[in-house]
């Protein structure tokens, strides 16, 4: 019997837009430009909020509260006790980024709810207003009805974002955290999301829903609670809670990027401005860069991790990349394989893996002064397999290790099925641990604050999801958390041609991925096996793209850290293709997108770092299209030859890949720019300045 | 990075397969038949299962498993220490059913394992055997590694069923438990799912997964572990425990029904036989029937729950319901609303409810004196709106109430939203729990047996779902537990054409179902509003049948009380169909599916208990189609008139609903009867025994 919950809830949202509830109480606050408009009140006796962007309904009335496991939480009978309010306007600096100078302009409302039922208690929920969205979180103080551990057990965060808001998302909850095909329907159809998640609304409105600082704190996704009301669900901890703590505390800021269409999400730098300041000081060893690597090899099955007589990371391999990176200008050489413990199965026995141990084949010493001596450095890898007490215990060696050697930057992996990173606890029985879960995020910052008094960057796979802490801790520079690159090696199926048209709008919002691009060799299927029992892996199992929109992914897909993923002998056949990756650089002054459709095509031109070049890229999904730029991001009344590469006349990425035009061309500012994109195509172009 | 996991994994189950892993033992048994073949093993220290049949593979090898808070767990480490089996063959009687006989043949084997890593401990997987499928469940005996309080924090139970297998389900986790329309497709596409989940193999094997005897503990809904792999989802405790237990203890039973076509899971004992007997002695007190009542009037807003001028629940309206249920044979009157707390916002307020204390215009005493004296009983409601220490504080008054006034039937609701069951905990603090938790298990089984003291049947809505507990208190009599003929009044949107084709192979394999069939006014919105300011429902709210197809229900979906849900004046306007209603019986001697597809149509002849009569019920989703059906379920050499009420040649739900055939034909058991079944249409038959 369900139908009197429609009738009631209807009545009460009317009670609730119109104010006639006796002794509710509502508070509101807008945006600096005056477009977004929050909705704060206790109507009802709960805490609720509200967004309206342009006078149009953003998210409707949601709920706000948390509910403990051993003290009164914070559901009903509130009511608003005070409020505060401030402004502000700033600047500051990213030594690495997308861009340099960051604008911080908001506006801030902290509304504190007191409880009129059980133990006197409030929480306060500080809500900040950025012109590209609004962020809050609750801050509960120390206080009687809060003694002791605290464990959060629910959150009660609701986003009524509407039944018929189209939704881009992919599921939470599922196997390998992250790394699904983006769903695209009605939010109806949303049963759980991981953020960032986007929206759109008939109007051509777009918001997404993410976080920003998770710090001791687990990772918030989404559950539909009914059709069109999204609540947070937070990753339990294994002891079942979804949080441990001690009051006082607060909570990342929940965040609703808003803009008026799809490329403003892209431009927002509110997940940045809502952390915290860099708390490393000086960062100028974090050098941004790109890298080549014996990884690919191992996942089109030309060599391996392990031992079976292909193995990838040996002295002489690597040596070989070493002087593939020292000839075209890149700073880092992946090695994967390289340590004790990939000869076992360690898949579910993460206990294996020695961090500081190298197999036999493998001379690190030997190969970090090689690379030194050539301008490069080894990136260091270390695969835990999920199992974070055996990386913990070896953590600190392994990164002694890695600084000895020159080693700037390490990837690490947490390769495990969802709701498996095994850890033994302080009595020593063995626990489970989610991806994104509490222990995780406390896991994942350690890590990262090690590596940092060694000078060390890292770049997690399987990792917890980007808040925006490389403004905090700006070593913590990349990683991986979607569908990369390797899954047109093996995955079934690949990653579609909407796959990176759909990233840029979505898990793109919340940091740089080290997605890897760069393959040139579109077919590696078609090759003959390297070895009888190493079969090629399914005919399906190549990037859907074509060669030129795998250039464009290098100025689409932001990361200060970029891979040149494909062998060195792929690159060598075509170098003129592979002028453009060595002349893409990683850190940028400004960044601007210009045009694009969730899912469909995006186009960003961003400007390099300490220079006057602006670059240019631009891909479709399947659709062909013919994309018309106009240029008013170049500094105004300079010329420019444009280097531009973009598909061929003819080029498909299903019957003709690598067709490709590359040509220089005069442009100015405010110009327009027609760039004809093929089925899944994309084109890339550096913008150089010449003189008037 | 997650090709390894592929390549690993594969390379895992090979070895498992072929045996190789030294010191692994593998132990194997079959069903009586010797159809189904159970293999359990240890290889690689885990604990595993799979069942083929008929020699193919149902479920592949899947992980069994437990952990702990604060113990232990039964993960990795394991070996096979020891294992006993057993077999049994006996026959049981069901007090009322879908049969009387039941027949218990089954072989086991119980199969312990011992950890070899961390404390001695080890845990029993106990398998059962039928030829209509396979139960299992984990025991754990007293012992030093569990001492004390055992908080279970993970089933890793799995069941692979693969990637390509179809399947019906509905998804779990999301707001309002169970009632949700039915999704179909590729086991890959399960994100989450509840039980009874039904799977078709290529093949024509149709297997179903749910559990039986679920006693103090949470339920089990499933989740996908990784594609084709789904694993046991455990709800959680609102501390964030899965369960709360003491050793020794033991775990529900895990249930796979196994048939080589779908109406084969129809004819399955597995559920029942795998509880435990009747625990109430003598239960002649429950009497199967049926009942009409004042709640479609609700539903349809001609009336109310509360006092807004239009309240349903009188003095005068419920001895209108009485003298129509008298008249026709009916041994139920439903009575909802009466109590004191429907006026006030109830919803999120379950507190208000007043269960002993009747609105002004409603006199209990006298309707209960009034019904008796006229062989009717009026049947009690209990709704708690979710707050479940608000009805147990008031539980037993209110039974000894309606017990005082010959009440023996009560239906009970939970509407709230999913994991907003409140309650106060024992230091006063307010919790909320999930509608399938361990909290609410133990809820309904108090209130069952509270109510067995007063001779009180009960049938809850919005409750947890059946898992047989009917056969140990047989006062259990009926659930709701799935979207019923309530949506069709209101759902946005209504009941599909395939809803009931598809219960009849999901929900009802778990038992009786309160659907509230026999809506004879199809077209309930086209009626003027009783009060302009309470508007109809939407235009596609009405039941998406024929009116043949009304009558097909009470067969096809079993109950031991079934409701005539609509209006009294909307069956004396069609007493010829409404004949059937009044004709067929809700407790059977026997019960035959006879024919059917999941989703598509089923046909079902059930046998009256102490009677000769069979009846029949056959229905089709939206697609038309003749059915031929064998009548080899009669006995054998009798002759029968068969009393057929079926759609009309020109019937269709859409346009023509009403077209119904009625006509007597005389058949004997072997002869073929061939029923033309309109779009969402229906035939209902009763076969009444004739001289030879």
């Not at 464990?151 to 699904?180: C, H, K």
């Not at 650089?585 to 006057?612: M, Q, Y």
Request: proline fraction near 5%.
């Amino acid at each position: 019997m369900f139908r009197f919950h429609i009738r009631i809830v209807l009545a009460f949202f009317a009670a609730l837009l119109a104010g006639t509830v006796a002794n509710a109480e509502t508070l509101t606050e807008t945006s600096p430009d005056g477009q977004i408009t929050l909705t704060v009140s206790d109507d009802g006796g709960m805490a609720r909020y509200a967004l309206a962007y342009r006078g149009e309904a953003a998210i409707a009335p949601s709920q706000l509260g948390l509910l403990f496991r051993d003290h009164h939480g914070f559901d009903g009978h509130l009511a608003i006790a005070g409020s505060t309010r401030a402004a502000s306007d700033s600047t500051w600096e990213q030594p690495w980024g997308e861009r340099r100078v960051m604008r911080d302009n908001h506006r801030e409302l902290a509304v504190t709810f007191a409880a009129s039922e059980g133990p006197a208690r409030s929480m306060t929920v500080r809500f900040r207003l950025f012109d590209d969205g609004v962020g809050f979180r609750y801050e509960l103080q120390e206080q009687d009805a809060l003694k002791g551990e605290v464990n959060v057990m629910e959150e009660l965060t609701q986003f009524a974002v509407g039944e018929d808001t189209q939704a881009w998302w992919i599921p939470s909850g599922l196997f390998n955290r992250y790394e699904y095909i983006y769903r695209n329907g009605p939010a109806s159809e949303v049963e759980t999301a991981h953020t960032p998640i986007t929206f759109r609304k008939a109007s051509g409105v777009h918001f997404s829903i993410h976080e920003a600082a998770l710090v001791d704190y687990s990772a918030m996704s989404l559950q539909q609670q009914r059709p069109g009301t999204l609540k947070a669900r937070l990753s339990p901890r294994s002891d079942g809670a979804l949080v441990q703590t001690t009051a006082p505390f607060h909570t990342p800021w929940r965040t609703i990027q808003i803009a008026p269409d799809a490329k403003g999400l892209i431009n927002s730098g509110l997940i940045l401005n809502l952390n915290e300041p860099n708390a490393l000081g000086d960062v100028s060893w974090v050098e941004p860069g790109k890298y080549v690597g014996i990884w690919w090899a191992m996942h089109i099955n030309e060599r391996s991790w392990g031992h079976d007589g292909i193995h990838g990371a040996t002295t002489e391999e690597t040596k070989r990349y070493i002087d593939f990176a020292a000839e075209h200008g890149f700073n880092g050489v992946l090695v994967e394989g390289w340590n004790v413990g990939w000869d076992g199965d360690w898949y579910y026995n993460g206990a294996l893996f020695r961090f500081a141990e190298a197999f036999p084949d493998f001379d690190l010493a030997e190969l970090g002064a090689y690379a030194q001596s050539k301008g490069v450095r080894i990136i260091g890898h270390h695969e835990t397999s999920g199992n974070i007490t055996n990386y913990e215990n070896q953590m600190e060696a392994a990164f002694d290790l890695y600084q000895k050697n020159g080693v700037a930057t390490v990837k690490t992996g947490y390769v495990a099925d969802a709701g498996r990173i095994a850890r033994i606890d302080e009595n020593g029985v063995p626990r489970y641990e989610w991806h994104d879960g509490q222990i995780m995020v406390d896991h994942h910052l350690r890590v990262v604050r090690e590596a940092a008094k060694r000078h060390i960057a890292i770049n997690p796979h399987e990792p917890v999801k980007d808040t925006g802490l490389r403004r905090t801790y700006p070593n913590w520079v990349s990683r991986e958390g979607a569908r990369g690159m390797e899954y047109n090696a093996w995955g079934s199926p690949p990653n579609p041609p909407s796959h990176e048209a759909t990233l840029a709008f979505t898990r793109m919002l919340s940091g740089p991925m080290d997605f890897t691009p760069g393959i040139f060799d579109l077919r590696h299927n078609s090759r003959p096996p390297v070895r009888a029992d190493i079969p090629r892996h399914d005919p399906e199992n190549f990037a859907q793209t074509t060669l030129a929109k795998q250039l464009a992914l290098y100025v689409v897909l932001y990361s200060p850290i970029q891979m040149a993923a494909d062998l060195p002998e792929n690159y060598a056949k075509r170098m003129d293709a592979f002028q453009f990756i060595k002349d893409v650089p990683t850190d940028w002054e400004e960044s601007v997108a210009l045009d694009g459709a969730v899912g469909e095509f995006v186009a960003i031109a961003r400007k390099k770092r300490g220079s006057d070049e602006w670059f240019l890229g631009a891909l479709t999904d399947e659709n062909p299209r013919a994309l018309t730029l106009k240029l008013d991001f170049l500094d105004p009344g300079r010329r420019y030859v444009a280097q531009v590469y973009r598909d061929g006349d003819k080029a498909d990425w299903q019957t003709n890949p690598y067709d490709m035009a590359i040509y220089e061309q005069r442009v100015r500012a405010g110009e327009t720019l027609t760039l004809p994109l093929a089925s899944s195509g994309g084109a890339a172009i550096r913008f150089v300045p010449v003189g008037d």
